[in-house]
């Protein structure tokens, strides 16, 4: 009978130094508190998935339509087209930064961008340039961007025999 009142006895004394420590404030400064919080501080990282590849290009202020968009693992394809009527190779070259851009900096898990221009023609469509932009042209274009001065990056785009005839027609 006493061996059970010492194991109460026990168990009481055991709440009370439970809900003394839980009232006594830790000794810590905001500044301490601060650094931990810094320390542990999550990474931000994005990752392209095939349910995010249409939240990546939505939102991007493009002035040509696209007409298909495809994520592989690393490689995300997208197919733009040029209407007959609206013809810039600037707006152009604008479209292919504003991908590059999101491709490279939003997300961290793609390797490699290809981008086809397409223009229609009757019931088909006609390519006319085609460019293929790795992780790392993106940064050497970038930084030979911001030392140029430049607003867009000078990509090396592939251009076909109709390309290069749209290309001459919007100089006139």
Same mark, same amino acid.
């Given at each position: +009978?006493?061996?059970?009142?010492?194991?109460?006895?026990?168990?009481?004394?055991?709440?009370?130094? &439970?809900?003394?420590?839980?009232?006594?404030? !830790?000794?810590?400064?905001?500044?301490?508190?601060?650094?931990?919080?810094?320390? %542990?501080? !999550? &990474?931000? @990282?994005?990752?392209?998935?095939?349910?995010?590849?249409?939240?990546?290009?939505? !939102?991007?202020?493009?002035?040509?339509?696209?007409?298909?968009?495809?994520?592989?693992?690393?490689?995300?394809?997208?197919?733009?087209?040029?209407?007959?009527?609206?013809?810039?190779?600037?707006?152009? +070259?604008?479209? &292919?930064?504003?991908?590059?851009?999101? @491709? %490279?900096?939003?997300?961290?898990?793609?390797?490699?961008?290809?981008?086809?221009?397409? =223009?229609?023609?009757?019931?088909?469509?006609?390519?006319? =340039? @085609?460019?293929? &932009?790795?992780?790392?042209?993106?940064?050497?274009?970038?930084?030979?961007?911001? @030392?140029?001065?430049?607003?867009?990056?000078? %990509?090396?785009?592939?251009?076909?025999?109709?390309?290069?005839?749209?290309?001459?027609?919007?100089?006139?």
């Amino acid at each position: +009978m006493r061996h059970w009142w010492s194991g109460l006895a026990l168990l009481a004394a055991g709440v009370i130094v &439970i809900v003394l420590l839980s009232l006594i404030q !830790p000794a810590r400064t905001e500044r301490s508190r601060s650094d931990r919080e810094e320390l %542990f501080a !999550p &990474i931000r @990282s994005e990752r392209l998935v095939d349910e995010g590849v249409v939240d990546l290009v939505d !939102p991007l202020p493009l002035a040509h339509s696209l007409s298909r968009v495809r994520w592989e693992p690393g490689i995300l394809s997208v197919d733009l087209e040029v209407s007959p009527g609206d013809g810039d190779a600037q707006a152009l +070259m604008g479209d &292919i930064y504003e991908l590059s851009r999101a @491709s %490279f900096e939003r997300v961290n898990n793609v390797r490699q961008l290809l981008i086809r221009v397409y =223009a229609p023609r009757g019931a088909s469509k006609v390519l006319l =340039a @085609s460019a293929d &932009i790795k992780a790392s042209d993106w940064t050497a274009l970038n930084a030979a961007m911001l @030392s140029d001065g430049a607003r867009t990056p000078n %990509f090396r785009l592939s251009w076909t025999a109709a390309g290069r005839s749209w290309l001459a027609n919007l100089a006139f």
